[in-house]
Every structure is written in C-alpha cells, then in structure tokens.
C-alpha cells in the first residue's frame, strides 16, 4: 500500500523544545517539501528536497531544519527558534517532472504548550 | 514568479445545484494546473490537472476544471453538488519552465453544500 506517512498525528510542544516531525514515503518519489498551513493563509512552503543530500528553503525557513538522509524520509525538526509553531504541517511528495502532481500525508498538529 | 489567487474564501450552494470555485493564475511561461481537495484535519487530496490538450478536465468525484488561457483562469465546476463535497478546494500552479520546483498552492476556497 504506497502513500505518505507523517507521524505523530498530534504533537504537544512546550516552549523552548525542539520537536521532530517525521515524513516517510514508499512511492520512490526523488522530491519531497514540507508546507505549513494556517487558517486562511493556505500553504507556505518551508523546505523541499529534490534529492538525496540536498534540500532547499523554501519560503519560511527560519526557526525549522531539515535532513535527507535516505530517499524515502524527509523528517522536519521545529527549533525553539520558531516563534509560533503552532499550526498544521503537511509533507508531500513527488517523481521529478514538471507536470508530476504532489501527494500529501495525512499531516501532523503541532500545538505549543 | 508564479501565483494563483483564488478570490472567493467561500462558496455556498444547495445541494443539487452546479457548483464553481474560481481560480486564476500568473506565470511567464505555459501553466500545468492542479486542484485538490482537503477535509478536516487530513491531507491534500489530489482531484485533477491541466497539462495541455482539450481545456476541460475531468478528475475524481465527478469534478471537472476549465482551462481559460486568455482569462488565465482554473475554475473548478461540478454539475450536481452533495454535501459530502463540502471541504477546503486549493489551486496549484507550476510554470512549465520552472522545472520541478514545488507547486505554488492559492489560498484555499472553503465549499459548504448546504443540504
């Protein structure tokens, strides 16, 4: 069954910590990103990956970090340099084409506490 | 630089009804154009995209898009609507020449399918 797993679910943070959210496929997909969603301001893309190695800002960086270590995992860690954590995050995925359309997994809540 | 706007935060329509969520797009080159869908607390699910050939797409759930390049326009359509359609709509767009740069989302339609 191929998809996108992100886990936990949901994710309870206290101020100060660091937390790591984990993104898993098994479509042997080369790109990944990571995109967070607030209410009302759609998606914004924090980081993306086109291939093993080597990773990309995207457009709200600051306060996440990234690895790729391995094809198949894309894990993003929120640092307590991130001001407002709080929100829905979404890894998604896709084969490198320009006409190639992204697949999402289910997301993670990510609160602060 | 690419964009897509979407202008209406939300629609409303009785059930039954067709429905429209409008979409437009800016990019220098030709667009490939996307649409999903996302319910509560889940994922994007993908519903259907535009690469080239005949402007009116047909995707999953019975959904269908129009291609306008002159109105530079997306507009997702469905002839009959339920209320199990009520979710959050997004367009995507990514321009031909940008190579596999991730997809540039508009801000999301909130559909409510009002029985």
């Known amino acids: 069954d191929g998809g996108i797993t992100q886990s936990p679910k949901y994710l309870f943070r206290k101020e100060g910590q660091n937390v790591t959210l984990s993104c898993e496929q098994n479509?042997?997909?080369?790109?990944m990103y990571w995109y967070r969603q607030d209410p009302g301001q759609g998606l914004r893309l924090i980081y993306y990956?086109?291939?093993?190695?080597?990773?990309q800002k995207g457009d709200i960086a600051e306060g996440y970090s990234v690895s790729r270590e391995k094809k198949e995992s894309f894990p993003l860690t929120v640092t307590s340099a991130q001001k407002n954590p709080t929100a829905f995050y979404l890894c998604?995925?896709?084969?490198?084409?320009?006409?190639?359309?992204?697949?999402f997994g289910q997301g993670t809540r990510l609160t602060v506490v | 630089a690419q964009s897509v706007a979407q202008p209406e935060d939300q629609v409303n329509v009785a059930e039954g009804n067709p429905l429209t969520v409008k979409c437009t797009y800016s990019?220098?080159?030709?667009?490939?154009l996307f649409w999903y869908v996302q319910y509560p607390n889940r994922g994007l699910q993908f519903l259907l995209k535009?690469?080239?050939?005949?402007?009116l797409v047909k995707g999953s759930y019975g959904f269908e898009a129009e291609f306008n390049k002159s109105q530079t326009s997306f507009h997702l359509k469905k002839p009959s609507a339920l209320v199990s359609d009520s979710a959050l709509y997004f367009c995507?767009?990514?321009?031909?020449?940008?190579?596999?740069?991730?997809?540039?989302f508009g801000k999301g339609t909130r559909l409510s399918v009002i029985a």
């Open positions: 998604a995925s896709n084969r490198v084409s320009t006409v190639a359309e992204a697949f």
């Open positions: 479509l042997n997909h080369d790109a």
């Open positions: 990956s086109q291939i093993v190695n080597d990773f």
């Open positions: 990019v220098s080159g030709n667009p490939y």
């Open positions: 535009y690469i080239t050939g005949d402007n």
């Open positions: 995507a767009v990514r321009d031909e020449n940008s190579g596999n740069t991730p997809l540039v």
